[in-house]
């Protein structure tokens, strides 16, 4: 964004926009034209339509759409392209998701729609990522029943550069109060916010979602790391907080993070907003590499507890025999759901005797274990396991490093 011309409700001054959302400031001038010419306006006040104050602007500016579409407005495109520095409206449909099924699919269409060039690849899978992880924190967290209201959109600045924006919103419970269950301690929303971007930090354990990683608390710390190491911008908008995040790319990750002005602004739910010059990324997989390399560096101690435990079990524990049933994946699963995950939400001890087995596959392990792991995680409850030859112990291990901090 060129600071010689500051755009009206630019990510930097996000203030007027929020306010008006949360009923404490006045209507900003030319909205339903800022909607069209400013994703992440338009993701905000989508998502806050069942409010009938939102609900009339909305209608005007999906007149204004069907106009443009129709050719019948050309004033209104030179508007949008002088209010947004653009050189052209190259905005993808803003959608709403909000079952756990669609988000996949939808973050591929998005991507490949928005990024179809091949040479931009590494940019297409960062954009890929940030959509998964921040729909499947509106599906796990938002407890808002319309789901996650997502935009996007690339353009040309006047500069020439290309930019990506994407902006997901939800009319939720919001960060603070979803951080504030598991951690009663961050009762500041700034605090929560800001503790939310943290490796490991994760406001619940959600069940049913099998044999995926998304609930390691890394979401959107790894999005802020995105940010930080590329020329990519964060703003997350939450009840009672709202936060900035610049990164600049000249200097490894260096970056700015501040709180948006005045103190307690936020939106009603929850709106992220990412921006990337496209093109920052030129080594995806390397990109991942590196965040995780931070994320071990920043786990504090008390994160790195082990639990999956080797040492002798307390005696009332409960003892399975692995061998009994050693590489029946099915099986294994069927353990897992039925007798150990259910004793870890109890809190009742448990023991995996491994005797006789010499070598087991990651995947018999993963279905055994990757669940109960994470509720072993969430529940602050161990999984002794006993008779646990060499290489399987570095299975065991392998295992909950991906399934606690993948
Ligand atoms: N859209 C949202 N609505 C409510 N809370 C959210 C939302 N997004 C994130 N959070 C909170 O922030 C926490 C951290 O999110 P994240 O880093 O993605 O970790 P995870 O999703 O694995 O818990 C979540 O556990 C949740 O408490
Ligand atoms: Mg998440």
């Known amino acids: 964004m060129s600071p010689e011309r500051p755009l009206p409700l630019s990510?930097?001054?996000?203030?007027?926009?929020?306010?008006?959302?949360?009923?404490?400031?006045?209507?900003?001038?030319?909205l339903e034209l800022l909607m069209l010419?400013?994703?992440?306006?338009s993701a905000a006040i989508s998502a806050a339509v069942p409010d009938e104050k939102f609900q009339a602007i909305y209608q005007r500016a999906?007149?204004?759409?069907?106009?443009?579409?129709?050719g019948e407005n050309p004033e209104a495109v030179a508007r949008i392209l002088s209010v947004s520095s653009r050189t052209g409206l190259n905005r993808w449909r803003g959608q709403l998701?909000?079952?756990?099924?669609?988000?996949?699919?939808?973050?591929?269409?998005?991507?490949?729609?928005?990024?179809?060039?091949?040479?931009?690849?590494?940019?297409r899978l960062t954009l890929r990522y940030v959509v998964v992880e921040l729909l499947r924190n509106v599906v796990q967290h938002s407890h808002a029943p319309a789901g996650g209201f997502v935009e996007a959109d690339l353009w040309n600045e006047e500069s020439g550069r290309p930019m990506l924006q994407l902006a997901v919103a939800d009319a939720g419970i919001?960060?603070?109060?979803?951080?504030?269950?598991?951690?009663?301690?961050?009762?500041?929303?700034?605090?929560?916010?800001?503790?939310?971007?943290?490796?490991?930090?994760?406001?619940?354990?959600?069940?049913?979602?099998?044999?995926?990683?998304?609930?390691?608390?890394?979401?959107?710390?790894?999005?802020?790391?995105?940010?930080?190491?590329?020329?990519?911008?964060?703003?997350?908008?939450?009840?009672?907080?709202?936060?900035?995040?610049?990164?600049?790319?000249?200097?490894?990750?260096?970056?700015?993070?501040?709180?948006?002005?005045?103190?307690?602004?936020?939106?009603?739910?929850?709106?992220?907003?990412?921006?990337?010059?496209?093109?920052?990324?030129?080594d995806y997989p390397a990109l991942i590499e590196t965040i995780k390399e931070r994320a071990k560096q920043r786990t504090p101690q008390r994160a790195i507890h082990r639990w999956i435990r080797f040492d002798p079990a307390p005696p009332e524990s409960t003892v399975f025999e692995i061998q009994k049933q050693a590489e029946n994946t099915p099986?294994?699963?069927?353990?897992?759901?039925?007798?150990?995950?259910?004793?870890?939400?109890?809190?009742?001890?448990?023991?995996?005797?491994?005797?006789?087995?010499?070598?087991?596959?990651?995947?018999?392990?993963?279905?055994?274990?990757?669940?109960?792991?994470?509720?072993?995680?969430?529940?602050?409850?161990?999984?002794y396991v006993r008779n646990v030859e060499p290489a399987v112990r570095s299975n065991l291990e392998l295992l909950e490093n991906y399934a606690l901090a993948g």
């Open 174 to 282: 919001g960060i603070p109060a979803s951080l504030r269950t598991l951690h009663p301690d961050l009762s500041d929303p700034e605090a929560a916010l800001e503790k939310a971007l943290w490796p490991h930090i994760s406001g619940t354990f959600e069940e049913g979602l099998t044999g995926t990683q998304q609930n390691a608390g890394m979401g959107l710390f790894f999005i802020a790391e995105m940010a930080k190491l590329t020329s990519g911008t964060l703003l997350i908008a939450t009840r009672g907080a709202t936060l900035l995040l610049s990164g600049w790319t000249d200097d490894e990750g260096g970056h700015t993070l501040r709180f948006i002005e005045p103190r307690g602004v936020g939106f009603p739910g929850t709106l992220v907003v990412f921006e990337l010059p496209v093109g920052d990324v030129a």
């Open 37 to 41: 010419a400013r994703t992440w306006v």
């Open 11 to 30: 990510l930097e001054d996000p203030a007027p926009l929020l306010q008006w959302l949360s009923g404490t400031g006045p209507e900003p001038e030319q």
């Open 331 to 383: 099986a294994a699963i069927q353990l897992a759901q039925q007798e150990i995950t259910p004793r870890i939400l109890r809190r009742e001890p448990i023991v995996l005797d491994f005797s006789g087995l010499r070598i087991l596959t990651q995947s018999y392990l993963h279905s055994l274990l990757f669940e109960p792991l994470r509720f072993a995680w969430a529940s602050r409850t161990p999984i």
């Open 62 to 70: 999906r007149k204004l759409i069907e106009q443009i579409a129709r």
């Open 97 to 123: 998701v909000n079952s756990f099924e669609k988000i996949e699919p939808f973050a591929n269409d998005i991507s490949k729609a928005l990024v179809p060039a091949a040479e931009l690849e590494d940019t």
